[in-house]
């Protein structure tokens, strides 16, 4: 039994659910989001809440029914408050600045790295070192956010580089004479 799975997603006032045509649409101040229904799962708007359980008593059922209530309540977190996710630079010369619909880099390379930021996904930098991504999908926050920390992974010497905030980085000590 999934004790995450078993309590019911409440859905607060201003939010409207409805499961038809094979996919949840949750609906809220923030905007609309939809996810595709697994077969193996059954989703019912009842009262307050949006109730999720296992259609049949496979193993897959059990294993998909604790993940698929959590992306529910993800939906309903999404389009009431929304997502953020928070980098931080570090090192000499780093530096990012938001314009517009595309952030500036300055990671150290021989060029500036321009990214641009994809629909949905709002970007700002309250100061050189900092950048906050918000949106209201989890997964397309968190995928962005990667993205930007590809370009310069903290390195474990200095800890130079782009980290989440409250991201630990394992420093190793150097060379020894």
């Known amino acids: 039994m999934s004790r995450i799975g078993k309590k019911p997603v409440p859905v607060p ?33 009842e009262g307050d809440g949006i109730l999720v359980k296992p259609a049949n008593d496979t193993k897959q059922a059990r294993a998909f029914w604790g993940m698929q209530r ?3 309540q ?3 977190t999404g389009v009431t408050e929304g997502f953020t996710k928070t980098l931080e630079i ?10 517009g619909k595309t952030l500036k880099l300055q990671l150290g390379y021989s060029h500036d790295v321009n990214f641009d930021v994809p629909e949905g996904i709002t970007i700002a930098t309250p100061d050189q070192t900092t950048i ?3 949106g209201i999908d989890k997964q397309k926050v968190g995928q962005v ?6 370009w310069r992974k903290p390195e474990p010497y200095k800890g130079k ?5 409250g991201e630990y980085i394992f420093r190793k000590e150097g060379k020894k004479k």
């Open 13 to 45: 006032a201003g939010v409207t659910a409805t499961v038809e045509g094979g996919q949840i649409s949750v609906k809220g101040p923030k905007g609309t989001l939809t996810m595709p229904l697994r077969d193996e799962i059954s989703y019912s708007v």
């Open 70 to 72: 959590t992306m529910v």
């Open 74 to 76: 993800n939906l309903i």
């Open 90 to 99: 570090t090192g000499v010369g780093y530096r990012a600045n938001a314009q």
């Open 132 to 134: 906050n991504i918000t």
């Open 145 to 150: 956010a990667a993205e930007i920390r590809r």
């Open 161 to 165: 580089g782009i980290k989440y905030r």
